[in-house]
């Protein structure tokens, strides 16, 4: 059974609105003055049989209009093209992909690369080294050889206190890196009883793309995916993957498209060697991006301190610890940036590669389109992320549906923002120091393939899920607990309230 949704008036006012103003925006919208009475007078059905998305859409049409209306679901049978999907995947599915072949040289580079990658560690690991060993030399021998033994008050805390409380916090600052993270958060994972088919075309897809089975399924509200290991490179050298799936990707996709998506992704581990490559660059990569850009703990707490210290010469050590914290991190970036330019070249011939894989299975005709609803989705979820920091800082509410309210807003991009999306297509170039390709290169390197594609689907990619808009919601609130907002749940209003009006 599919779900489907009808839009049913409340028959009542938005607050702020009046009742003649209100039936003034319903003729607007082609209603007749009766019609519109009727709706403002009892419950009435406005118009069902529609997906939740267009459920919402007529929501806020009629919200903006001052009427509220309810979406109410209900159980419908599935059409028969959505019950054949699952079996337009098996027959796409069961051939194999035509593995990419690598030359010694490229082996050979990914090993240079692996070994380039470890010249920013090696570095911190020298600057950690010699902070400590000169901490220690300090008050070992160099303060009583060049300061001498002053027994001042004055003396002992501008020689002894300042120093070890200044050179404790860049000690620590530096180790923090290297701490336990403590327990993460569990990773939300479809369910794979209910989604069994969608995980045994996964399943299908992942052999004949000839890399390991995803032991699980992550979902998150992103317009993305990813695969990747389950726990590091020992649980890789195991076999054990996961796949990430971003819900707004989903919403905005059809079955080819998405599909496509996940092939790419199972491309960057179909070779071996390239696979464990890829997963140690990342790693290595994100370590030195929490070095140079998180941390922000660490500058609320010296804050903090120096607001409760009285002492002047300890608001002074705390001072110039900010002051060399800030110089290390100043130090990690360009580490982080030295380490993305030593494994660039190597990252983009990866991705030429994954897309080989995306144009074997739905063709190198249809990729350029796909980027381009790629770009526009990722727009749009850039707009649903603002607005809902706004809302949420100004008036203590959030998203419902944040995968909704990106297709909302994709859907309502003019004519002249697309263009403009495709412009900036033609206008982005690939750099020397560029991580990925410019998307025009990519398109390029796919159409030269001349792909015919195997699997030809248009449906749109959430019919693939089990009750799609109830998971859109739930993983709204995890998004919500993993960034820290305490009782989300409180602060959640429809969509509609916080959506600009369309215009």
């Not at 195991?238 to 707004?248: A, H, N, Q, T, V």
């Not at 607990?481 to 969509?495: M, P, Q, R, T, W």
Request: positive net charge.
């Amino acid at each position: 059974m599919a779900k489907k949704y009808r839009v049913i008036s409340a028959a009542a006012l938005v607050s702020g609105y009046e009742h003649k103003q209100v039936i003034a925006q319903l003729q607007s919208l082609g209603l007749k003055e009766l019609q519109a009475q009727v709706l403002l007078q009892k419950k009435t059905l406005i118009k069902q049989d529609l997906d939740y998305q267009k459920a919402l859409a007529y929501q806020e049409r009629f919200a903006n209009a001052g009427l509220v209306v309810n979406i109410q679901p209900y159980q419908v049978d599935e059409p028969v093209q959505e019950k054949d999907v699952f079996a337009v995947l098996d027959a796409a599915l069961s051939t194999p992909f035509t593995r990419i072949k690598t030359t010694s040289v490229y082996k050979l580079s990914l090993l240079l690369v692996m070994l380039a990658s470890l010249i920013a560690p090696a570095i911190y690991f020298g600057i950690l080294a010699g902070t400590g060993w000169g901490l220690w030399w300090y008050f070992s021998e160099g303060r009583e050889l060049y300061l001498g033994w002053n027994r001042s008050a004055w003396g002992v805390m501008m020689t002894f206190v300042m120093p070890a409380i200044v050179g404790g916090i860049v000690i620590l600052f530096l180790l923090y890196p290297l701490w336990p993270k403590g327990k993460m958060p569990k990773p939300f994972v479809l369910d794979r009883k209910k989604n069994a088919a969608f995980y045994r075309a996964i399943e299908k897809l992942a052999k004949a793309a000839n890399v390991p089975v995803p032991e699980y399924i992550e979902i998150m509200p992103e317009v993305n995916a990813a695969a990747g290991s389950t726990g590091g490179l020992v649980s890789l050298s195991r076999g054990k993957l996961k796949l990430m799936i971003g819900l707004s990707l989903v919403a905005g996709s059809n079955v080819q498209q998405l599909m496509g998506i996940i092939a790419h992704e199972f491309g960057h581990f179909a070779q071996r060697s390239g696979m464990f490559a890829y997963q140690w660059i990342n790693y290595v990569n994100r370590w030195l991006a929490e070095c140079a850009f998180g941390q922000d703990i660490w500058r609320e707490r010296l804050d903090r301190w120096m607001d409760k210290t009285d002492f002047v010469a300890v608001q002074i050590a705390l001072y110039i610890a900010k002051i060399m914290i800030a110089a290390v991190r100043f130090l990690f970036r360009h580490l982080f940036f030295l380490s993305l330019r030593l494994t660039q070249s190597m990252s983009r011939q990866m991705e030429f590669d994954a897309d080989k894989y995306e144009a074997q299975l739905v063709g190198s005709h249809v990729f350029r389109a796909n980027t381009l609803n790629l770009r526009k989705h990722a727009y749009a979820w850039q707009q649903v992320m603002e607005i809902n920091y706004n809302a949420l800082h100004e008036r203590d509410q959030l998203l419902r549906n944040i995968p909704a309210a990106v297709i909302a807003l994709a859907a309502r991009f003019s004519v002249d923002f697309i263009r403009q999306i495709e412009v900036d297509l033609h206008s982005d170039q690939t750099n020397f120091w560029d991580f990925h390709p410019a998307d025009l290169d990519r398109i390029a390197q796919v159409e030269a393939a001349v792909e015919k594609g195997r699997l030809v689907c248009d449906l749109p990619a959430n019919v693939l899920f089990k009750d799609f808009d109830q998971l859109c919601e739930q993983i709204s609130n995890y998004f919500y607990y993993l960034h820290g907002i305490s009782g989300a749940k409180e602060f959640v209003v429809d969509n509609h309230n916080l959506l600009p009006q369309a215009t």
